[in-house]
Each structure stands twice: as C-alpha cells, then as structure tokens.
C-alpha cells in the first residue's frame, strides 16, 4: 500500500508539472486556461491529501524527504493556481511581442 501512495504521488507531481508547462500555451482561450488553472489546483490539493497520507503511514519520498511541508507548498501553489492575472505584466520586464510594435510607431 505505501508503495502505491509513493508511486501515486510521483504520477500526480509530473502532471502538476506537465499542466504549469502547458498553462501559457492554454492562456490563449480564456476558457482552455481557467480549465487548466481548475486541473492544476485539483491535482495540487490531491497531492496534499496523498502527501498527507504518506505522512499518517510512516512513509516519505525522494529518500527522507518530510511529506508535511511538500504537502503545505501543494496547497499553496493551488490557491496561487486560482490567481488569475487576466494578462497583467507583474514582472515589469520587456515584453519581446511590444518592442517590435514600439520601434515601429
């Protein structure tokens, strides 16, 4: 059984990562990104929950590796999954797709 939560909760991490490297090319349709923003904090709170569950067997990933925290980061990436920045630059860097536009007007 704990094998199957270890082994679970490695699946669950590499769509986590699978979905946060799709989210930009989701963002162009606004209804394929809230999608993916649904599906990351989905997975985010069932890898929690799993994490959770590692913890209450004695059980840990990665070697020794503490599921409690990894289980707390999980909740907080899901709730920042929810922020919707609806195109807002917080980076305030340059933006290659406005330079060109610029030098142009």
Not at 39 to 50: D, E, K, P, Q, R
Not at 55 to 74: H, Q, Y
């Amino acid at each position: 059984m704990s094998s199957l939560l270890a082994t679970a909760a490695e699946v669950q991490c590499w769509l986590a990562i699978l979905a946060f490297t799709l989210v930009a090319t989701a963002s162009r349709n606004e209804r394929v990104e809230m999608a993916f923003q649904r599906f990351i904090m989905g997975i985010c709170l069932t890898l929690a929950a799993t994490f959770i569950a590692l913890w209450f067997n004695d059980e840990n990933m990665w070697g020794k590796a503490d599921p409690r925290p990894l289980a707390v980061v999980c909740v907080i990436i899901a709730i920042a999954a929810r922020l919707n920045l609806k195109g807002e630059n917080v980076s305030f860097g340059a933006n290659p797709h406005t330079i060109n536009k610029r030098e142009e007007e």
